[in-house]
T-cell receptor, first 114, second 117 residues
Framework: DGGITQSPKYLFRKEGQNVTLSCEQNLNHDAMYWYRQDPGQGLRLIYYSQIVNDFQKGDIAEGYSVSREKKESFPLTVTSAQKNPTAFYLC?????????????FGSGTQLSVL | AQKITQTQPGMFVQEKEAVTLDCTYDTSDPSYGLFWYKQPSSGEMIFLIYQGSYDQQNATEGRYSLNFQKARKSANLVISASQLGDSAMYFCAMREKITGGGNKLTFGTGTQLKVEL
């Protein structure tokens, strides 16, 4: 079945540690996105990529980094510079560039600080 | 800058009744799209319905309909005949064009819906 796979489902980070969240899609979509969700808040855009080897900062990129070496993969690294990383992270992708373009989401990764 | 406002943090509805979830937006772009997503406790985001700014008719998808009032900049979601499985968080979102194509969605803070027997 086509879809977006995020792993792991739960992740714990120690102080000063970098951690990487995985996102893989087999929908053949060009664009991929990372969102952060905090309790009581909506989703906020961290980074997005419209094509392989290219990506742009979203609204809250500080303390995060990404790469897009393959069309199907868009990993997110939460660096030690991100002082409040505890949140639910959602990866998404989109293909069709028409007005009805919707985002398909993965099932998310819950990141917590030890 | 775009902004999406959902003023109802939580809503209760009786099973089989209809419920309206409010959403207002603010944009200076004449071309935009509005989306509603459902997020169950599992965390996954499920697409429900879409309305384009140039669409003449309100969008409908099964039990979901969108009450689009362009002049008032509102895009309320109506769920008819509520079911227990409709209990979830609901997000309104607006599409923002990105240079070169593609989609950036800006989300509201969500409404937690609880369907009761």
């Amino acid at each position: 079945d086509g879809g977006i796979t995020q792993s792991p489902k739960y992740l714990f980070r120690k102080e000063g540690q970098n951690v990487t969240l995985s996102c893989e899609q087999n929908l053949n979509h060009d664009a991929m996105y990372w969102y952060r969700q905090d309790p009581g808040q909506g989703l906020r855009l961290i980074y997005y990529s419209q094509i392989v080897n290219d990506f742009q900062k979203g609204d809250i990129a500080e303390g995060y980094s990404v790469s897009r070496e393959k069309k199907e993969s868009f990993p997110l690294t939460v660096t030690s510079a991100q002082k409040n990383p505890t949140a639910f992270y959602l990866c998404a992708s989109s293909g069709d560039r028409g007005w009805h373009e919707k985002l398909f989401f993965g099932s998310g990764t819950q990141l917590s600080v030890l | 800058a775009q902004k999406i406002t959902q003023t109802q943090p939580g809503m209760f509805v009786q099973e089989k009744e209809a419920v309206t979830l409010d959403c207002t937006y603010d944009t200076s772009d004449p071309s935009y799209g509005l989306f509603w997503y459902k997020q169950p406790s599992s965390g996954e985001m499920i697409f429900l319905i879409y309305q384009g700014s140039y669409d003449q008719q309100n969008a409908t998808e099964g039990r979901y309909s969108l009450n689009f009032q362009k002049a008032r900049k509102s895009a309320n979601l109506v769920i008819s005949a509520s079911q227990l499985g409709d209990s979830a968080m609901y997000f309104c979102a607006m599409r923002e064009k990105i240079t070169g194509g593609g989609n950036k969605l800006t989300f509201g803070t969500g409404t937690q819906l609880k369907v009761e027997l």
